[in-house]
């Protein structure tokens, strides 16, 4: 895809975020390093695009378009991750058919680097996700989720650190409560564990011990509930915790087209962005770190 096209093609809303009271005129661009975080939510087993009679969907989404997207951004700056925040399955006949082979063969393909568990990839039961797992070349990670009594146990990692340039990168995901969005059945032994409680030990983990330089959460959560300010959600994580940068959202399908700034329980800046659904949007976070590491965002989402 030819750079104008694909710049031609990019959501004009953008945000530069100072992380730690830091903007652009802090750093030199000869010494600075670049980390880009790309990510997907609730894509819901939408291969294909839309087509041109879809309403306001029309001609948008489909892994095709995402792959070449991706490519493209992958050869601006190899320095990147793709992430995926969870409910892969369930939405097109695909899944229906395939049980969500087709999903994990083509999240390999694009080369994800990890994702979360959505309540939607329990559908055809755990016991169905633990079968579509040998063709997923990437790793699932949940913290909250205790799989130690199901088919799961030791496949589902709490967190998993990668290192780009010399800066190293935590990812930890969080999931919904699944009693009442899912039967007991399909889910059987998984239990629940407060993911507010998870999230600040893990951010504590990935900072403290295993010395990050970023730290991502990968949440199932959903955004925000204005009529239950006590549910669980990302706005609420990030203002329960202080060692997350960024919270990248699933499960409220909803749409950020830069993500929101809220602040910490120490008063710095935690990015939360979440893309809408059905790969109609991929997220785009550019990160930037000076000599000492301090570090600074630019945000997007990019119309598939």
């Known amino acids: 895809m030819k750079r104008r096209k694909f710049i031609q093609q990019t959501a004009a809303s953008s945000a530069f975020i100072g992380l730690g009271g830091l903007t652009l005129s802090s750093f ?8 880009t975080i790309l990510h997907t939510n609730d894509v819901h087993s939408h291969i294909d695009p839309f087509g041109p009679d879809d309403g306001r969907n029309a001609n948008k989404g489909g892994v095709a378009r995402r792959a070449s997207l991706v490519e493209t951004i992958r050869k601006e700056n190899p320095n990147t991750l793709l992430l995926d925040a969870g409910d892969i399955f369930q939405g097109t006949p695909y899944f229906n058919y395939y049980g969500g082979e087709l999903e994990f063969k083509l999240m390999s393909m694009l080369k994800y680097d ?3 568990i959505g309540n939607h990839d329990f559908d055809n039961g755990i016991d169905g996700l633990y079968a579509q797992l040998p063709h997923a070349k990437f790793d699932f990670i949940s913290a909250n989720y205790d799989f130690s009594n199901t088919v799961l146990d030791t496949h589902v990692k709490p967190y998993k650190t990668f290192i780009k340039d ?41 900072k403290e011990e295993e010395h990050c330089d970023l ?4 949440s199932h959560l959903g955004y925000n ?15 329960a915790t202080k060692d997350i940068d960024l919270i990248i959202g699933g499960h409220t399908h909803t749409f ?13 800046n935690v990015l939360v962005n979440q893309v809408g659904c059905y790969g109609l949007y991929l997220g785009k976070i550019d990160f930037y770190f000076d000599s000492d590491k301090n570090k600074s965002a630019d945000g997007t989402t990019i119309i598939v």
Not at 28 to 35: E, L, P
Not at 215 to 218: A, K, N
Not at 225 to 239: I, M, Q, V
């Open 28 to 35: 030199n661009s000869v010494t600075q390093k670049k980390i």
């Open 114 to 116: 990890a994702a979360t």
């Open 166 to 206: 010399g800066i190293k990168i935590g990812v930890f995901g969080l999931g919904i409560e699944l009693d009442g969005l899912v039967t007991k059945e399909l889910f059987k032994e998984t239990i629940y564990l407060n993911p507010t409680e998870i999230a600040q030990d893990m951010s504590r983990i990935l």
């Open 215 to 218: 730290v991502i959460c990968l």
């Open 225 to 239: 509930y204005r009529n239950n300010e006590e549910k669980p959600s990302d706005l609420t994580l990030a203002r």
């Open 256 to 268: 950020l087209p830069k993500p929101t700034i809220e602040k910490n329980s120490v008063g710095k």
